[in-house]
């Protein structure tokens, strides 16, 4: 349940930064397009000031429609239910019992009731560096990261890849060899 927490947490934490990260660039860019001082650039005979006008309604309209700053703070709040949950494990001198593995299952699926949509790419990243972060057994981390290809890296925070199942290394390389026709 530790694990589960923790991953969660690093998944929301991811979110919250990215998300954050476009409402502070939208915010930019509005109020650079919209100063007066750039209006004054524009000259009518260019056609410029038709083009910042135009940037203007279309980078607030996205800003307005995508709501980032509010996604920012649903994935914030996510992140610190999961790191309270975390906080109440530490605590806690029983973690492992069925009644304490129980209660924690439940805790993280009351939160897992407030979740958006999961983007699957994130969440195996996210993965990857929970399994980093609690195990010092390089065997362990080595058969279990999960294989996440450079395309879903790249495309985590703008994808769910809902359909696809990410596998641990060691079965993704097995998979490989065998479709080539190896082992």
Known sequence: ASFAALRNAIYHTARSKFFDLWNRIFNFIVIVLGATVVGKLATPHAG???WIEF?????????????????AGTHAFLQKRYYDVLADME???DVESP????????KLLT??????ITMRALDAVAYNSALDSTSTDPELIRGNRLHVPWWHRILKQFIAF?????????AHRGNFSRLRGGG
Do not use: H
């Open 91 to 93: 605590l806690t001198s």
């Open 55 to 71: 940037g203007i309604v279309f980078v607030a309209t996205l800003q307005l429609v995508f709501d980032f700053g509010g996604r």
């Open 48 to 50: 410029f000031d038709t």
């Open 99 to 106: 009644e304490a593995i129980k209660k924690w299952s439940a």
């Open 162 to 170: 809902q359909g696809t199942q990410f596998v641990p290394q060691s």
């Open 111 to 116: 939160i897992a009731g407030d979740e958006t």
